[in-house]
């Protein structure tokens, strides 16, 4: 097992305990987890924590960092502060369950040593390319399952959006996961500076675009998009700027040639037929009932347990089909506004600014990039209230900005060689 960790995170250059072992292990597992059950997710999580709380009273060199423990909390516990004036209280505690990894992720953490977040910063890669490999192998368990579909594009999106992936996952939840695997591949793309480790990400990229655009949420490619296009005027590479020349002029490729593409996107630009005028006016309905519950929402909200069933109430006067299928409101930031009010979502603004202000200015390029696709995707998806999306929304958050936490000098020379490396990058 000693010989095998060694091997896999190079780990010659620091000596680590058994704990600190497992920690890193617990970590490779937890950004392998979109092809696992829920269920075992959940559990590894609370493993991830009780190793986290362990390695911290084993070590002398320990220091919590309470600023990023309260900021990364503070959405849970406004959820949670939220159910002493709920009146569905039994909903609320369910959602707030759900939310859970909102609390675990920081808080596991915000307890790391200093030794752990340097190890962390040279293994960032790996553990990314694991989330790359889950996302894959996800993919084809997909394409084997719905193998019957494959001849036609519309027929595999269709037969994707009735029946749930085989770990339960929804399919907009599998585009989520494969705009961000192509965001992490862009990532190790630039990072790697073999011409057959380029050219195998390549091939990556081009095994996972396709079912991306076959899906074609607007949600998620819109969001992979301007991500992408931020990290490349960051890195400002040219080989970077190829990759996004690319993705964007096969998008804007497809809306102008594709009948298929072109319909789907078309509600951007213009409403047509029959089907768009649908969906638009699903919007219309839920962006007036937000505007007529938020006088009373106010500073705190409805509650955790409340505030969709607001949504379902206003829905029955005006649309019945959106009441009968209860419809949330689509949108991550009305949702939370309508639970925790004013003050939750200004609390929420200010942490995701707080992120977004350090990765910019540390030139955390990945971080930032994930940050953005995040708060795009949640302009469409109400992520933090499903278990599919929090996990993520925490697990990435959580780990990306972690290498914004600053270094005693003493571990310098470990990360020296990433500096070296990013040197050559920059050339």
Not at 50 to 55: D, T
Not at 165 to 192: I, Q
Not at 356 to 377: A, D, E, P, R, V
Request: proline share 2%; aromatic share 16%.
């Amino acid at each position: 097992m000693s010989k095998l960790f060694n091997k896999i995170f190079l780990s010659g250059k620091m000596n680590f305990s058994t704990l600190e072992k497992f920690i890193l292990i617990a970590t490779a597992l937890l950004f392998f987890t979109p092809v696992v059950p829920r269920l075992f997710c959940n559990i590894l999580l609370a493993i991830f924590l009780l190793l986290s709380f362990l390695n911290f009273l084993l070590n002398k060199d320990r220091v919590v960092n309470l600023r990023f423990l309260l900021l990364g909390c503070s959405i849970f516990i406004f959820l949670a502060f939220s159910l002493l004036y709920t009146e569905d209280f039994e909903y609320g505690v369910k959602k707030v369950t759900t939310s859970l990894p909102l609390v675990v992720v920081p808080l596991s953490l915000s307890l790391w040593t200093p030794k752990l977040i340097a190890a962390f910063k040279v293994f960032i890669n790996k553990f990314l390319f694991v989330y790359v490999l889950s996302v894959l192998l996800l993919s084809l368990i997909t394409i084997y399952q719905f193998r019957d579909t494959l001849w036609s594009t519309d027929l595999f999106r269709q037969s994707l959006l009735k029946n749930n992936l085989f770990v339960g996952m929804e399919a907009l939840y599998y585009s989520f996961h494969l705009a961000l695997a192509l965001m992490v591949l862009v990532h190790l793309f630039w990072s790697s500076l073999k011409f057959w480790r380029q050219l195998l990400l390549v091939v990556l990229m081009c095994a996972l675009a396709p079912i991306l655009i076959s899906l074609s949420f607007k949600s998620a490619i819109l969001s992979f998009l301007v991500a992408f296009g931020l990290y490349s005027l960051k890195i400002n590479h040219y080989k970077v700027w190829t990759l996004f020349a690319a993705a964007l002029t096969i998008i804007v490729g497809l809306i102008s040639f594709s009948k298929d593409f072109n319909q789907r996107f078309a509600d951007l630009f213009f409403v047509k037929d029959s089907s768009e005028i649908e969906y638009a006016e699903i919007k219309k309905t839920i962006q007036v009932c937000a505007i007529e519950l938020a006088p009373e929402a106010g500073l705190f909200g409805y509650g955790v347990g409340d505030g969709k069933q607001k949504l379902i109430d206003c829905y029955k006067g005006k649309n019945q089909t959106l009441a009968l299928n209860s419809y949330n409101s689509h949108n991550q930031y009305i949702g939370l506004y309508l639970k925790i009010g004013f003050l939750g979502l200004l609390v929420f603004a200010i942490y995701l600014f707080s992120l977004l202000y350090t990765g910019l200015t540390q030139k955390n390029h990945l971080g930032t990039s994930i940050l953005i696709f995040i708060g795009i995707f949640m302009l469409a998806e109400n992520i933090i209230e499903r278990e599919q999306g929090v996990y993520y929304f925490a697990l990435f958050l959580g780990f990306l900005f972690l290498n914004n936490f600053k270094i005693p000098k003493k571990y310098d020379m470990i990360l020296s060689h990433e500096k070296v490396l990013r040197s050559f990058r920059e050339e």
